[in-house]
Every structure is written in structure tokens, then in C-alpha cells.
């Protein structure tokens, strides 16, 4: 305490002796933009300390924090007076006086990603080989699948069309991915005590996505793959020599037993090593009996599991800097490497291909509730800054950055499901077998009929159909799964957090102009309608596989879908007045007097 005054007396007779220096600058060329402070404030700790060492225009956060150091150090009045004119930059980060862009950060150092060959994690590897073309180093763990081993796994990653601009631009950057054998269910991952050897020496970053994100997985497996690994991750990490930033991905639904979620990491009535203990030595039938009760509070394994993984971190993490990011629903890239990139059906992403091929069209959600989503590219740029800010500006504390769009730009289910619709039918999908439209409902029970009559009957009526003609049928099965996707997404569509996100802001704050573009994360940015064309343009193109080509004949198609579909609908009422009509004489009077007038009125225009 003591000394702490004494520094910030001597510092504000240093900073005093430097004002008239500092004014006749801030007069003369602040707008000019950014200037390093620390050259002018060589030795005065106190703006070293608040890290603030540039002065530059334009910056209000750096401006307000400068105003009141300074008004701390010279008297309010003079303060103020000194910095009308100047913005002072507040950056997070400086190496030798000079603010250090992520870009150079992330020079000669080696990242380790896990989770890399999944939906986020492949557009994580590509912004960073693209955009930090100095890195040493990426290693990926991977798991053989699917008879593949990891070599043959990392080709087929290379050659997806995500990667197609870095083959084009630069392809020796692929070069410095390294495959590392492992699985996170394993013990130390599965991983070699060579690679691990390799890895301790030269990681510096990590980035830790792998997770099971399957929302009703058995309990056990996903607290294998979601806390086990998690927590085996932490002990490779701690045993790293260099590691400057463990960045965790996580899901702001983790949380989604409370309505504002700060981003802070909450309570859990379980503890996460007696979970893990219970789910070890109990067979899976006794553990999915107890699921239900182990959960209470959370509709799936997937955000109990999250959770607890966040808590344990927490407890484990020791003195390694950890940073948490959590996104909410996160859909296709918002511009890049490409807008509309997607490659994995999961949330509402399957939904919406399967309602552009016309077999889905009603789910339950409430209209004007907020639909929590954030494009992929939006993340990952996040998540490479948060790693930037974690190492260069290390605290004893784990930062969590709730990466949402509700609080700063929010659309609601209505609009996104209208909007989608509207994209389907302006850019369809080849061979839809019906014309793409729908809405969200509210009501359970309308909802319900309307799941029967335009899903499950028709899929019904196609399968015979099917089955006629000797051809396989497919289509109930398809309804079967269409359901059980919307049956995880329904918890989701008829409810609204608070995601407070003020970390994001602040961390965009404290970016440099140029840092911010290139790592944009700033959500006030999306415009949702033409966002939400480019998702159903890459749906069709990185999902459905269907070429931009095909859209003028797809178009003429779905013309001809549209008349059949006014067609039935003109039908249907007709049968339906029939039936009214044959029922009640009463009603067959009214129906025929209203058609009497309608003809004389007509006789009069015409
Ligand atoms: N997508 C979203 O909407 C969303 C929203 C919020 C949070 N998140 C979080 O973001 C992270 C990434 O999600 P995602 O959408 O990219 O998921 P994803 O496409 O399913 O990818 C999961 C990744 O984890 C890996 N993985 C799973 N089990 C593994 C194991 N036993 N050993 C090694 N690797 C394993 C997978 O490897 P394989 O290729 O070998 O299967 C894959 O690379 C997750 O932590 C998730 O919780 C996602």
C-alpha cells in the first residue's frame, strides 16, 4: 500500500514535468494519428502501468481512460484541457514501447489445435496459415477414422474447398501443419511420448475445440470426451515449457439454466470430479438411468458436460493463462475465406437444407424470441485474439468472451426463419420434391398437426409411392431424423438469454484499426438478410454439393413446384368447401347466396 503511493506520488511529479511537453503536442498534432506516448513519456510509470502508449485520434474507451489517469495525475481541469483534442489508443499490448499486431505475435511461434478437423476447427487452421503467414508451426491432433490414418486423414482435410485459396496463394503454408496421432479418451491423449516430447519443447498456443457436440450423447461418452479431455489437455499444457495462452471453446448454453449469463464461469450443483468418478465405475445402463437426475436443470449431456468442463479449468488450470470462448449457435462464414462456408448439418443447418429441398416446413419456436447466432469466421477471429491478449497481457485470472449476436445485433426466430425461406425459394435447391415454404409456431398443439399433416403424411404418401415403383423408401426415415434434430433445437428456438459480452467489446477495443479488420469480430457488422443468402447459397453449394450452375434450372423447377403447390392449395380448399357444403343445408344457403352476389356484382362491372 505503501509503496504503491509512493509510485503514484513520484510518477505524477514525473508526469507534471512532462505536461507543457505533452500539450504542446497534444495541440499541435494530434490528429495526426498514432504517435507512441512512450517516447514522450520515457520513465512515467503511471501511463506504462494503465498500458496506455500511444495517443491517436478516433479512440473514445482509450480516450475516456486517458482522461481520467490524467486528471488523477495534473488536476481535473487541466486534464481535460490538455486532452481535448487527443484520443489516447489504450493498448492491451506493447513489446518494447510498440504496440504488437497479432499478426507478429503469432511469428515463429507453433500452435497446437485439437478439434482441428472439425466445423470450427478447419476454418481456425485456415485464417491462421493465411492470415499470420509467419507462424512456425501448427500441429493437429487427430484420431485415424474411418480406416483413414492421420496422414491420409490430413490430405483429404487439404484438398476441401475451404483450403482452396491457400492452395492457390500460398501452398507452401499448408506444409506446416503436422498431423499428431491422439485421441482425447485416451490417457495423455493418446498421444506418443515422442510427439509429446515434440510438443512440450515448441508449443506456445493451444487451442482446445475438440468436444463431442452431439446434444443428447450418452452421459458417459461426453464426459469422456468433453471433461476427461479437457482435463488431460490441461495437464500436457502444464507440462509445456513455453505455453503463453490455452484458449478453451466452449458454448454460451452452458449455462443455459440461467437467464443472464455474465461472462464469468458459474457454479455447477455437481462437482466435475465426482461426475467423472460416477461415470467410470458405474456400467452405461446405470449411468443412463441417472442422467436425467445428474442433468436436472440442463435439457442435454452436451451443456452439463460443457459446464463442468469450464469448472474444472477452472480448478486445474494452476497458473497457465486461460482464456474462454463461448459461442453461441454458430452458423456458416460470414467472408471468409468465402461467405456462406458451412460443412457440417448440426443446429439448425440440416433444418434449413432439408426445408430447401421442400420436406420440411413447420417447427416450434417462439416468433419473437432473439436466435442467438454468430457466423463461424466471426469466432475464430475471436478466438486467435483472445489468445493474442492472453499471452501479452497475462492476469491471474481465466477471461471468458461470451461470442453472441442477441445483445448487440439481434434477430429473432421469425425473421431468420422467414428470411431462409426466402433465400430457399430465390436460390433453390436441385430436385426439390416440394416448393420450399413454412413458418415457426408457437402453439405445441398447432405445431403438432401441422408436423402431421405436412411432414409426416406426406413422407407416408411418398414412401408408397416409392415402394410402387419399386424404388427405395427413404422419405420416413429422413422425417425420423429431421424430427429428433428439431426436438434438440426446440429447448433453444422457445427460449432467450441475456449473453453479456462486454469482454468482446472491450477486446475489439483495444485492437489496432488494422488488427480489427483483418480478425473482424465485431457483430454490429452482419447484416443479417444478405448474411442469412450467402448461408443458404453455401448450404446449397458446400452441403447439398450442388454447383452455382445448376441454380437456372433449379429455378425452372421450382416454378413449376409453385403451381403445383397453389394447385393443391386450390384444390384443398375446394374439397374442404365441399365437404362443408354436403353437411349443412344452412351452410350450402349461405355459400350460394354469397355466390349469387358476387355474380351480380360482376354483372354490374362488367
Ligand atoms: N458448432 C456450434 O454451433 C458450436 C456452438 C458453440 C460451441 N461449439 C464448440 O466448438 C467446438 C467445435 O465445435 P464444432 O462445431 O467444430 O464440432 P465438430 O465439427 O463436431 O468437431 C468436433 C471436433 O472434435 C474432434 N473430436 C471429437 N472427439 C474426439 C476425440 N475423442 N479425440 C480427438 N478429437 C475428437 C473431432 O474429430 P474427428 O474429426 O476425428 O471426429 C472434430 O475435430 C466444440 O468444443 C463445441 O462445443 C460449437
Known amino acids: 500500500m505503501c509503496q504503491f503511493r509512493w509510485r503514484k506520488v513520484s510518477s505524477s511529479f514525473i508526469a507534471l514535468a512532462f505536461i507543457p511537453v505533452l500539450a504542446t503536442f497534444g495541440k499541435r498534432r494530434i490528429p495526426q494519428s498514432r504517435i507512441p506516448v512512450s517516447v514522450y ?25 486517458a482522461v481520467r489517469v490524467m486528471a488523477e495525475i495534473k488536476g481535473k481541469g487541466e486534464g481535460r484541457y490538455f486532452l481535448k483534442n487527443a484520443f489516447i489508443l489504450d493498448m492491451a499490448t506493447m513489446a518494447g514501447g510498440e504496440y504488437t499486431s497479432v499478426k507478429d505475435f503469432y511469428r515463429d511461434r507453433s500452435i497446437f489445435i485439437t478439434g482441428g478437423t472439425g466445423f470450427m476447427g478447419k476454418v481456425l487452421v485456415e ?21 483413414q490414418n492421420v496422414q491420409e486423414r490430413l490430405q483429404e482435410l487439404l484438398n476441401a474447398p475451404l483450403f482452396e485459396k491457400l492452395r ?43 468436444a463431442t457436440v452431439k446434444f443428447d450423447e450418452a452421459l458417459k461418452l461426453s464426459v469422456t470426451i468433453n471433461m476427461l479431455g479437457t482435463k488431460r489437455l490441461v495437464q500436457l499444457c502444464h507440462r509445456m515449457r513455453n505455453v503463453e495462452a490455452l484458449i478453451h471453446v466452449s458454448t454460451a448454453y452452458c449455462n443455459c439454466d440461467r437467464h ?14 465426482q461426475v467423472i468418478a460416477l461415470t467410470q465405475w458405474m456400467d452405461d445402463k446405470m449411468v443412463e438411468d441417472l442422467t436425467p437426475s445428474l442433468i436436472a436443470g440442463r435439457p442435454n449431456t452436451y451443456t452439463f458436460t460443457k459446464a463442468l468442463a469450464e469448472r474444472m479449468l477452472q ?5 497457465l493463462p486461460v482464456a474462454i470462448v463461448r459461442p453461441s449457435i454458430v452458423l456458416s462464414s460470414y467472408r471468409e475465406p468465402v461467405a456462406g462456408w458451412v460443412d457440417n448439418c448440426n443446429g439448425p443447418t440440416g433444418i434449413i437444407a432439408a426445408a430447401g429441398k421442400g420436406f420440411f416446413r413447420t417447427m416450434l419456436c417462439h416468433k419473437d424470441k432473439v436466435a442467438d447466432l454468430v457466423p463461424v469466421d466471426i469466432v475464430i477471429n475471436l478466438m486467435i485474439c483472445a489468445a493474442w491478449k492472453t499471452a501479452t497481457h497475462r492476469t491471474d485470472t481465466i477471461s471468458i468472451y461470451n461470442c453472441c449476436t442477441g445483445q448487440q445485433n439481434p434477430i429473432t426466430w421469425k425473421e431468420f426463419v422467414d428470411l431462409s425461406f426466402k433465400y430457399s425459394r430465390l436460390h433453390p435447391a436441385n430436385d426439390a420434391v416440394w416448393y420450399p ?36 423408401p427413404i422419405m420416413v426415415r429422413v422425417q425420423a431424423k429431421l424430427s429428433k434434430a428439431t426436438k434438440c433445437l426446440e429447448y433453444f428456438s422457445t427460449k432467450q438469454w441475456n449473453f453479456r459480452d462486454d469482454n468482446v467489446r472491450r477486446l475489439g477495443e483495444q485492437l489496432s484499426p488494422e488488427d480489427r479488420e483483418i480478425f473482424m469480430f465485431d457483430v454490429k457488422q452482419i447484416n443479417w438478410p444478405s448474411y442469412l443468402e450467402h448461408y443458404i447459397l453455401g448450404i446449397r453449394q458446400f452441403i447439398l454439393k450442388e454447383s452455382p450452375d445448376t441454380l437456372p434450372a433449379a429455378r425452372s423447377h421450382i416454378t413449376k413446384l409453385y403451381w403445383l403447390h397453389r394447385a393443391m392449395q386450390f384444390g384443398m380448399l375446394i374439397i374442404m368447401l365441399r365437404v362443408l357444403l354436403l353437411r349443412s343445408a344452412a351452410t350450402r344457403g349461405a355459400f350460394f347466396s354469397l355466390l349469387s352476389i358476387v355474380l351480380r356484382i360482376c354483372r354490374l362491372i362488367v
Open 260 to 273: 443472464d449469463v455474465a461472462e464469468e464461469i458459474y457454479p455447477v450443483a455437481k462437482e466435475p470430479e
Open 127 to 147: 485464417k491462421l496459415l493465411r492470415s499470420c503467414p509467419d507462424i512456425k508451426n501448427i500441429y493437429l491432433l487427430m484420431r485415424p477414422k474411418k480406416g
Open 168 to 210: 492457390r496463394d500460398s501452398p507452401g503454408e499448408l506444409s506446416k501443419i503436422i498431423p499428431v496421432a491422439g485421441d482425447v479418451t485416451e490417457p495423455e491423449l493418446g498421444i506418443s511420448a515422442n510427439d509429446q516430447d515434440m510438443l512440450i519443447r515448441s508449443v506456445s498456443v493451444v487451442f482446445h475445440s475438440a
Open 315 to 319: 480448478r486445474e488450470r494452476g497458473s
Open 41 to 65: 513519456s520515457r520513465g512515467v510509470p503511471e501511463l506504462r502501468e494503465r498500458n496506455i502508449r500511444y495517443l491517436s485520434s478516433g479512440h473514445q474507451g482509450g480516450h475516456r481512460k
Open 437 to 472: 415454404d413454412g413458418r415457426c409456431h408457437s402453439s405445441i398443439i398447432l405445431n403438432k398437426l401441422c408436423v402431421t399433416l405436412q411432414h409426416t403424411l406426406p413422407a407416408h404418401i411418398l414412401d408408397t409411392f416409392a415402394r410402387l415403383k419399386g424404388s427405395r
